[in-house]
């Protein structure tokens, strides 16, 4: 393969050139190279979604939706624009079907609290695995408590694998929503979502998507994954923080009640009464969060030149290389699929002798960063009778040498404690 | 890529000789028997968990063990606190502890209260790792909240 540059590369990525573009890369920690292996948790930014903050700001900034001068037409065109790139991005049938929010967390919330909250009833049941983000557990814990639903789990074997099977049987004729992760931010695991989709609509639920962790590391498309709900953040994915996404199909959008309320969201308000606005407004009270909603296009432009099929092929034969680097350790156990091409970019590990939490301050006085703790999936990492692991997870401008630095890390820790 | 061993050596005001030497050899690790206080204290951030019991005998701590898992830091640290509280007064309990969140603050202690701590005076190198002091303290502040419930319980 060819780049742009004329360069044959293996992964379709110019990850040299990449690197150029994001200016935190060379930061020194400690006197050490950065080494960012935490972008399961965020990713870095590139100077084209820092210059798409400044520009707006500098040139822009006005508020959406509201005044007749050129700045609020610029700002509102700009943020329409946004909302259709990110809705071409993940091949969504409508731009209006693209619900600005905070976070995923937002966007599940919202889903519990609007469209949950008038379809399930006491004796429902709402399905997720056993391998989610506390923020596809809680919500739905709650919703299950307050309307007396049951809320079940379906299970996966020792390798993170989704037994679907199982699935298919705790899927039955009362439940009402099935919410999944696309990809485990502890596990790495890919899950089945097209098939779930299946046996949800054969029962006559709806299906939630928690992209948080595959939009912007693999190709996502909606209508393949024939989802009715799917949520991810901007800022996993180059963009700022403080903005996120929820996709929905506009039939079930059109019938759920707002889940703020405010100005925007209102098409009409009396002294007694108000009436909500059209899609995606009626989900967007206040004035919304519009620089970020740039900056959101930026990255989104950024990873569509990439192409998404690039940078999954790319983090693909990262993940490959570094497992076989991290278990040429013997003293370290990685939690998830042992098969690189069932996996996304992210390892979770376990050390035989030094503590998540040692280890990555080890890491760090040598400019390495990665997350320790219980990755906010603490069922999950008990279910592997530990209280905590070690991640590592990947990006685009990620390099073999890079890990290669983390393997060494990791023994030069050992060599450390082991005195 | 990375500078190896050069870059660890300022791990060496966390990880002190004593600290190490606490993670692991932990000390008073056995089971009491009828404990008047069992507790278990946990840090689900990071993962540390600790399992402290005691004996009581007329406000002075007669025996203890602790146990648990966790990072370095915090598994030293309950282990020097088991040291520490044996035999003395829920009142001398509670004012080491004191010394050791001031100390860990970085502010000063006075020279009776570091003959007190001893080699507990090894943890202020947690200072400079400000998200590690969380760690240090986990069993001290569960211990003494425990010790003045209890203390609280029996006079009333």
Redesign the interface.
């Known amino acids: 393969m060819i780049d742009s540059t004329g360069n044959t590369v293996s992964t379709g990525l110019n990850v040299n050139s990449i690197r150029a573009d994001f200016p935190i890369l060379q930061r020194k920690i400690h006197g050490q190279n950065l080494v960012y292996l935490d972008n399961a948790a965020t990713t870095q930014k590139p100077n084209q979604v820092i210059k798409s903050l400044t520009d707006y700001y500098e040139q822009t900034n006005a508020n959406v939706h509201r005044g007749v001068h050129t700045l609020s037409i610029e700002a509102t065109d700009g943020y329409e624009l946004a909302r259709s790139k990110v809705a071409d991005f993940i091949n969504a049938p409508r731009s209006e079907e693209i619900i600005w929010t905070r976070n995923t967390s937002e966007s599940l919330n919202l889903v519990a609290a609007t469209w949950a909250e008038n379809n399930v009833v006491a004796g429902d049941n709402i399905v997720i695995t056993a391998m989610e983000h506390h923020s596809n557990i809680v919500p739905w814990q709650q919703l299950a408590f307050k309307k007396g639903a049951e809320l079940r789990y379906f299970a996966h074997n020792s390798d993170g694998i989704i037994d679907l099977e199982h699935a298919m049987t705790v899927i039955d004729e009362r439940t009402k929503i099935l919410s999944v992760t696309h990809m485990s931010n502890v596990l790495g695991t890919v899950n089945p979502i097209s098939e779930l989709a299946g046996r949800a609509h054969d029962v006559g639920a709806v299906i939630m998507v928690d992209a948080a962790q595959s939009v912007p590391h693999m190709p996502v498309d909606v209508q393949d994954l024939d989802a009715d709900f799917l949520a991810f953040s901007a800022h996993k994915m180059l963009g700022p923080t403080g903005i996120g996404v929820l996709w929905g199909k506009v039939s079930l959008l059109e019938d759920m009640p707002p889940y703020m309320f405010g100005g925007d969201m209102i098409l009409e308000v009396t002294y007694e009464d108000a009436n909500w606005n059209d899609l995606p407004y009626k989900f967007e009270a206040g004035t919304p969060n519009i620089a970020d909603a740039f900056g959101t296009g930026a990255a989104v432009d950024y990873l569509s030149r990439l192409g998404m099929k690039n940078v999954w092929r790319h983090e693909q034969d990262l993940t490959a290389y570094a497992m076989e680097r991290i278990l040429s350790l013997d003293t370290v156990k990685i939690l998830g699929p042992k098969d690189p091409s069932m996996r996304g970019g992210v390892i979770s590990f376990i050390h035989d002798s030094i503590h998540p939490h040692d280890l990555g301050t080890a890491l760090d006085q040598q400019g390495i960063a990665i997350r320790t703790g219980h990755h906010c999936a603490m069922p999950l990492v008990r279910s592997y009778d530990v209280v905590a692991a070690a991640r590592a997870s990947f990006y685009i401008y990620n390099t073999k040498s890079e890990v290669d630095a983390l393997v060494n890390g990791i023994s030069e820790t050992e060599g450390y404690f082991n005195r | 890529?990375?500078?190896?061993?050069s870059?660890?050596d300022?791990?060496d005001d966390?990880?002190e000789v004593i600290i190490?030497d606490h993670y692991r050899s932990p000390r008073n690790t056995s089971a009491v028997e009828n404990p008047d206080i069992d507790l278990e204290v946990?840090n689900?951030?990071?993962?540390?968990?600790v399992r402290i019991q005691m004996k009581i005998d007329r406000n002075i701590v007669s025996h203890v063990g602790i146990t648990g898992?966790?990072?370095?830091?915090s598994q030293a640290s309950a282990s020097l606190l088991a040291e520490l509280v044996e035999g003395k007064s829920s009142d001398q309990v509670h004012g080491a502890v004191d010394s050791v969140r001031r100390l860990l603050k970085g502010e000063n202690i006075t020279d009776q209260e570091a003959d007190t701590l001893g080699d507990i005076e090894a943890l202020q190198g947690v200072r400079k790792?400000p998200v590690?002091i969380k760690?240090a303290l986990l069993s001290w502040v569960g211990l003494d909240d425990a010790l003045k419930d209890h203390i609280a319980g029996v006079k009333s």
């Open positions: 890529m990375t500078g190896g061993m870059g660890l300022q791990m966390l990880y190490l946990n689900p951030f990071c993962g540390d968990e898992r966790g990072c370095a830091i790792f590690r760690c």
